[in-house]
């Protein structure tokens, strides 16, 4: 089905039921999985990019994505990259053509259509930027 699936996280109980799709999609063709992880960073003037997290963290995070799916049988990788807010969704679509992924999974964080409007989800950024289809979950 899918050979190559990509998994878009951040540290979100959404995320796990992601990276759960995202294997069992994967293990459906035993695909692989690549986990993507993007510290969005905000430019403050006079005090340069700003992340809610370290790197380090973030790495440990994704690492444990990562091991989770190969104890299950699958094959992952993982990345975490920075990048300035408001870009996740072209990185994201970026990431997919580069691995020639399938499919792309993420999370929603349900917000409803109107606020997604005002607020523009990485999600729907995602679904209207790329060629592939992407499985939202919630």
């Known amino acids: 089905m899918y050979e190559r699936v990509l998994v878009a996280i951040d540290r979100s ?7 759960a799709a995202a294997g069992a999609l994967a293990s459906l063709s035993d695909g692989e999985v690549w986990v993507l992880h993007l510290r969005e960073r905000e430019v403050i003037p006079r005090m340069g990019l700003v992340a809610d997290e370290s790197p380090d963290e973030a790495g440990t995070w994704v690492q444990k994505a990562v091991d989770e799916l190969l104890s299950a049988g699958i094959k992952a990788t993982g990345e ?3 990048t300035i807010y408001g870009q996740a969704a ?18 929603s964080r349900g917000r409803s259509d109107l606020t997604g409007v005002f607020l523009g989800s990485t999600a729907h950024k995602v679904i209207h930027l790329t060629d592939r289809p992407v499985l939202v979950v919630r």
């Open 13 to 19: 109980e959404i995320s796990k039921r992601a990276l």
């Open 80 to 82: 975490v990259r920075n």
């Open 90 to 107: 072209r990185e994201i679509v970026d990431d997919a053509r580069l691995h020639d992924a399938g499919v792309i999974v993420m999370g």
